[in-house]
């Protein structure tokens, strides 16, 4: 099964200004809503209280800090199984990440903003798969890496 990291991050790796903000810069969500469509999405309590949307069509999960990651993984029945926020959530799931969709977009946020991981115990060696156009004429595209 592959596991994938998927993230809008600003030019310096940020993905929001604050744990409550519900995300309105975001220009990938179709391109998102299509990846992920009859697959299962995981998401960290505070992602869940922000989604604009709902996320029907996908299996969902929200981890919760007694949760165990590995356990989580394990009753995943669908092919793929996105991790989609926040820094907490993508921590926690770094040991078990096959693949990083990234998009990248045309904004610098504050360094008390969140980065994408709060913390990680192991660099990431990663391999690039692919570049999806998401909008060529700001520059946003989303970028695929394979983790080594």
């Given at each position: 099964?592959?596991?994938?990291?998927?993230?809008?991050?600003?030019?310096?790796?940020?993905?929001?200004?604050?744990?409550?903000?519900?995300i309105?810069?975001?220009?990938d969500?179709?391109?998102?809503?299509?990846?992920?469509?009859?697959?299962?999405?995981?998401?960290?309590?505070?992602?869940?209280?922000?989604?604009?949307?709902?996320?029907?069509?996908?299996?969902?999960?929200?981890?919760?800090?007694?949760?165990?990651?590995?356990?989580?993984?394990?009753?995943?029945?669908?092919?793929?199984?996105?991790?989609?926020?926040?820094?907490?959530?993508?921590?926690?799931?770094?040991?078990?990440?096959?693949?990083?969709?990234?998009?990248?977009?045309?904004?610098?946020?504050?360094?008390?903003?969140?980065?994408?991981?709060?913390?990680?115990?192991?660099?990431?060696?990663?391999?690039?798969?692919?570049?999806?156009?998401?909008?060529?004429?700001?520059?946003?595209?989303?970028?695929?890496?394979?983790v080594?």
């Open positions: 099964m592959d596991v994938i990291l998927t993230a809008a991050v600003t030019a310096n790796g940020m993905i929001a200004h604050h744990s409550e903000e519900i309105q810069w975001s220009e969500l179709q391109l998102f809503r299509e990846q992920t469509m009859g697959q299962t999405v995981v998401m960290g309590s505070n992602t869940g209280k922000t989604l604009a949307t709902e996320l029907d069509g996908r299996e969902m999960v929200v981890m919760h800090r007694h949760m165990d990651p590995s356990r989580v993984l394990g009753e995943v029945k669908t092919g793929k199984c996105f991790i989609i926020g926040g820094a907490r959530t993508y921590s926690r799931f770094a040991p078990f990440l096959t693949h990083l969709y990234l998009t990248v977009h045309p904004l610098v946020f504050s360094t008390d903003s969140l980065p994408l991981f709060s913390e990680l115990e192991s660099d990431m060696r990663l391999e690039f798969r692919n570049q999806v156009d998401v909008n060529s004429d700001r520059g946003i595209y989303q970028f695929q890496y394979r080594l």
